[in-house]
């Protein structure tokens, strides 16, 4: 398939005819008609279009969290998808947990940088080991005040009077663990 107007009129022998505007016209047309078939075709082999409906509410909720996590909708629900296939939790509407990953990834970009300066000039200095030790502790207050300890009793309780099937799905694992363990 030809890709440029002008290769379009070499495989039809019209190349180096002079052409009037009605019938030039024409073959512009038809050309763009085949082109846009013919690419579309490929684009349905290749991609597959999936529709969601949300209220406007839940949209609005998936837009805010997507802009947070400075992404768009469509890769927030793929990354979704993405976690739910692989059995890992993609993302956390519990805020305190956010505020804790937002003080690591603080925390650990100062010590990068810190970690720099003491290599590249040979030196620190103690506001920034105290502005370290602040961010140290200002993140394990969160930790603590975030991560609480739930024992597994309580856990299972909870989450059996959620779903009743929670027991039936801990003794299928429990029973596959036993048999690894054999």
């Not at 075709?41 to 998936?62: G, T, V």
């Not at 370290?132 to 991560?147: A, D, P, T």
Request: aromatic letters at 10%; proline letters at 2%.
């Amino acid at each position: 398939m030809p890709t440029t107007f002008q290769e379009f009129l070499q495989q039809r022998g019209k190349a180096n005819i002079q052409l009037g505007d009605i019938e030039r016209d024409e073959l512009y047309k038809e050309h763009r008609r085949l082109y846009f078939r013919e690419r579309n075709k490929a684009r349905k082999q290749s991609k597959k279009r999936i529709e969601l409906w949300y209220s406007h509410n839940e949209y609005k909720e998936l837009k805010k969290e997507a802009q947070q996590l400075e992404i768009t909708v469509a890769q927030l629900l793929r990354d979704c998808i993405e976690g739910y296939r692989e059995k890992r939790y993609v993302r956390s509407k519990d805020k305190g947990l956010q505020m804790v990953c937002f003080s690591l990834n603080k925390w650990g970009n100062l010590l990068n940088q810190l970690t720099y300066r003491a290599n590249a000039f040979n030196t620190l200095s103690f506001s920034d080991i105290a502005e370290l030790k602040k961010l140290f502790h200002r993140m394990n207050e969160r930790i603590e005040n975030e991560l609480q300890f739930v024992p597994l009793e309580d856990l299972i309780r909870s989450e059996f009077e959620k779903n009743p099937r929670t027991l039936d799905h801990l003794e299928t694992i429990i029973n596959h663990l036993r048999q690894q363990a054999c």
